[in-house]
């Protein structure tokens, strides 16, 4: 069965150094999100891309944020310069389509856990 | 303002019990709502999903229910497993294409015990 899969399982880093979280979204996937979930709390919305662009995005996702679609099958999220606040769960989601009535259901990679110490 | 409250925050029984967490959610205009399980340091997997017409699903020992009037819903666990023991979101959809539209509840931690 298809699933999303990311890459690193954990990652370690000093604050003010650049990361970048990698996933592959399932290959007939459309839409593509990225989650955080700082331990304890709930998951919140990060961003939604689609057609190679953000379709969406919260406060959270501020300038050192970004998102990119580099090639066919990877999906990327880069934090420029990590700060203690980033150290959290991150999942990437993708989904099929976007029809009001039609399977728009998101399934979740099983995250990368970032450290910043 | 879009929310989705769960409760309990946590929840501890037997091996073999029965339970049920509950979902009050704000959410609107509504399209349709999922339970999740999150196991410890993994991504929220899928359990049911209920669309306003619908009032109750099931998965196996797990059974969705939903009132679209009260905007509450509650899953049931039947014959509890050591396995069970993970995180149980609350997600709800917004009826809007594309763009965000999954509100997460906190999650009840469900332990099971020996």
């Known amino acids: 069965e298809p699933e999303v899969t990311q890459t690193p399982s954990h990652q370690v880093t000093q604050m003010g150094q650049e990361v970048i979280l990698r996933c592959v979204p399932i290959s007939n996937h459309l839409y593509f999100y990225w989650y955080r979930q700082i331990l304890g709390q709930k998951v919140e919305f990060l961003v939604s891309f689609y057609n190679n662009e953000i379709s969406e995005k919260s406060e959270i996702f501020d300038d050192q944020f970004s998102v990119e679609r580099p090639d066919g099958s990877n999906f990327t999220l880069k934090i420029r310069s990590t700060k203690l606040e980033d150290s959290a769960m991150y999942f990437c989601?993708?989904?099929?389509?976007?029809?009001?009535?039609?399977?728009?259901?998101?399934?979740f990679g099983p995250g990368t856990r970032l450290t910043v110490l | 303002k879009n929310q989705v409250e769960q409760s309990p925050q946590s929840l501890i029984i037997l091996e073999g019990k029965n339970c049920t967490l509950q979902c009050n959610y704000t959410v609107s205009p509504f399209s349709n709502l999922r339970w999740y399980k999150q196991d410890t340091g993994r991504g929220p997997v899928s359990l049911t999903i209920?669309?306003?017409?619908?009032n109750t699903k099931s998965n196996g020992r797990y059974t969705a229910t939903l009132d679209a009037d009260t905007k509450q819903s509650s899953l049931h666990i039947t014959a509890s497993q050591l396995s069970d023991s993970a995180s149980y979101i609350c997600?709800?959809?917004?009826?809007?294409?594309?763009?965000?539209?999954?509100?997460f509840g906190t999650g009840t931690r469900l332990t099971v015990i020996p």
């Open positions: 997600v709800v959809s917004l009826d809007q294409t594309g763009a965000n539209n999954l509100f």
């Open positions: 209920m669309t306003f017409s619908e």
């Open positions: 989601a993708s989904s099929l389509n976007s029809r009001r009535t039609g399977n728009n259901e998101q399934f």
